[in-house]
């Protein structure tokens, strides 16, 4: 009797040993994905509304340039919304072109966006 609890305990010891390790396991590789930048896509979908600050007036374009290139990616503002694909990994520097009354008025700094996500699109709204 006493030779069979011993083997049930090294059983439940064993499947414990490795839950643990799985779980370990499991967790090392979700933080090797999102840290090193592995399962990570390389461009994402960026879209949302644009809106101004400024009465009577329109957003016309917005412009995302690279912090760490200048390279600059630009998309229309129609009927204030935008849809843009950016790399990855980046952080932008995002400005507003607005219109009244059909000419172009100005541009406005809306802000940093930094982009390093594991989705293959997001939902950015900007006021400028």
């Known amino acids: 009797m006493g030779e069979k609890k011993g083997t049930k305990r090294n059983i439940v010891a064993i499947a414990i040993g490795v839950i643990v390790i799985v779980i370990v396991a499991g967790v090392a590789l979700y933080f090797i994905f999102n840290t090193v930048g592995i399962g990570k896509p390389k ?11 400024r009465s009577a007036t329109t ?21 204030g919304t935008y849809a843009i694909t950016l790399p990855n990994g980046d952080s932008y520097s995002v400005t507003i072109t607005w219109e009244s009354h059909g000419v172009t008025g100005g541009t406005a700094n809306a802000g940093t966006l930094n982009l390093d996500t594991t989705q293959s699109s997001i939902t950015e709204n900007w006021v400028g």
């Open 43 to 53: 461009d994402v979908l960026v879209v949302g509304f644009v809106t101004t600050a």
């Open 59 to 79: 957003p016309e374009t917005i412009t995302f340039t690279s912090l760490r290139n200048g390279e600059t990616y630009v998309a229309s503002a129609t009927g």
